[in-house]
Antibody, heavy 123, light 110 residues
Framework: QVQLVESGGGVAQPGRSLRLSCAAS????????MHWVRQAPGKGLEWVAV????????FSADSVRGRFTISRDNSKNSLYLEINSLRTEDMAIYYC????????????????WGQGTQVTVSS | QSVLTQAPSVSAAPGQKVTVSCSGS????????VSWYQQLPGTVPKVLIY???KRPSGIPDRFSGSKSGTSVTLGITGLQTGDEADYYC???????????FGTGTKVTVL
């Protein structure tokens, strides 16, 4: 079955960087678009970014554009999110999610989610 | 603030029907497919509806989705205590070139 395991979260100071990872298994990772979604404490879901199955096409939310970079390594069945210039408003649980459709374009329907990794921003 | 608006909360008695609405615009709901997600307390979100009205395998037919213009509705019939959760709509916004979630609705079973 599909398994998505995030890692890399933790406590970081404002202005610093973090790299989140998501290890995928149970499906042909290289065939599916992948997403990052976050949820601040007590708040709703916020979509962060998507990357196409081969990594060539990326979109991100306006709130993170220019600071966050989504990437993937299909040889390692892994998805990444590079977070730069951390802000207090970036504090959230970060989930990686699998897109339902293989190939392109993505369906933007998230059929599998990881358990999430917590990012805390504190000086 | 999200471009998709949902009522903060709705409630109904066990066995009753509840509807959760999500309002958007021509650049998002009006132009693209919508999905719905259920997030039970302390758990990861789970998809209930995709492509406006389709249910993934394993989702009971008590859950239904519909779309009219720039609004969508999630219906839950035969309400159960286990349905108490936050519910989110979501869709691609063509103008923003980004996916957007609704503000979320908390469903309470009285």
């Amino acid at each position: 079955q599909v398994q998505l395991v995030e890692s890399g979260g933790g406590v970081a100071q404002p202005g610093r960087s973090l790299r989140l990872s998501c290890a995928a298994s149970g499906f042909t990772f290289s065939s599916y678009g992948m997403h990052w979604v976050r949820q601040a404490p007590g708040k709703g879901l916020e979509w962060v970014a998507v990357i196409s199955y081969e990594g060539a096409i990326k979109f991100s939310a306006d709130s993170v554009r220019g600071r966050f970079t989504i990437s993937r390594d299909n040889s390692k069945n892994s998805l990444y999110l590079e977070i730069n210039s951390l802000r207090t408003e970036d504090m959230a649980i970060y989930y990686c999610a699998k897109d339902y459709s293989n190939g392109y374009p993505p369906s933007f329907y998230f059929d599998s989610w990881g358990q999430g990794t917590q990012v805390t921003v504190s000086s | 603030q999200s471009v998709l608006t949902q009522a903060p909360s709705v409630s109904a008695a066990p066995g009753q029907k509840v509807t959760v609405s999500c309002s958007g615009s021509s650049s998002n709901i009006g132009d693209n497919y919508v999905s719905w997600y259920q997030q039970l307390p302390g758990t990861v979100p789970k998809v209930l509806i995709y492509d406006n009205n389709k249910r993934p395998s394993g989702i009971p037919d008590r859950f239904s989705g519909s779309k009219s213009g720039t609004s969508v509705t999630l219906g839950i019939t035969g309400l159960q205590t286990g349905d108490e959760a936050d519910y989110y709509c979501g869709t691609w916004d063509t103008s923003l070139r980004a996916f957007v979630f609704g503000t979320g609705t908390k469903v309470t079973v009285l």
